[in-house]
Nanobody, 127 residues
Framework: QVHLAESGGGSVQPGGSLRLSCAAS????????MAWFRQAPGKEREGVAI???????YYADDVKGRFTISQDNDKNTLYLQMNSLRPEDTAMYYC?????????????????????WGQGTQVTVSS
């Protein structure tokens, strides 16, 4: 049974850093397309960072240079290192996975491409 469990969220001041983790079970992350999405109140869930099974990586434009997605295949865990956080990064962050999503960057950044989801972890950036 596929299960994704996020952790590492919290409250941080602007300019601060957080590292999110997503522990996966029931499948191997190395063989799946793994992604981080976020959803702010009143907004749609949006793609933040993707790491595909061929190690291709994609980022949303507003996080490029600040966020880094990675995974540890031995620990079967996905990570999101978030630096230089801004108030507009405040959202619930979700880990997602799919064995074979449509292989275009537009689709990979679309929540509809992913079958499995975690429960989310809250990130709040405020002074």
């Amino acid at each position: 049974q596929v299960h994704l469990a996020e952790s590492g969220g919290g409250s941080v001041q602007p300019g601060g850093s957080l590292r999110l983790s997503c522990a996966a079970s029931g499948f191997n992350v190395s063989g799946y397309c793994m992604a981080w999405f976020r959803q702010a109140p009143g907004k749609e869930r949006e793609g933040v960072a993707i790491i595909d099974s061929d190690s291709s990586i994609y980022y949303a434009d507003d996080v490029k240079g600040r966020f880094t997605i990675s995974q540890d295949n031995d620990k079967n865990t996905l990570y999101l290192q978030m630096n230089s956080l801004r108030p507009e990064d405040t959202a619930m962050y979700y880990c997602s996975a799919d064995p074979a999503p449509p292989r275009s960057e537009w689709w990979l950044m679309n929540r509809l491409a992913y079958t499995y989801w975690g429960q989310g972890t809250q990130v709040t950036v405020s002074s």
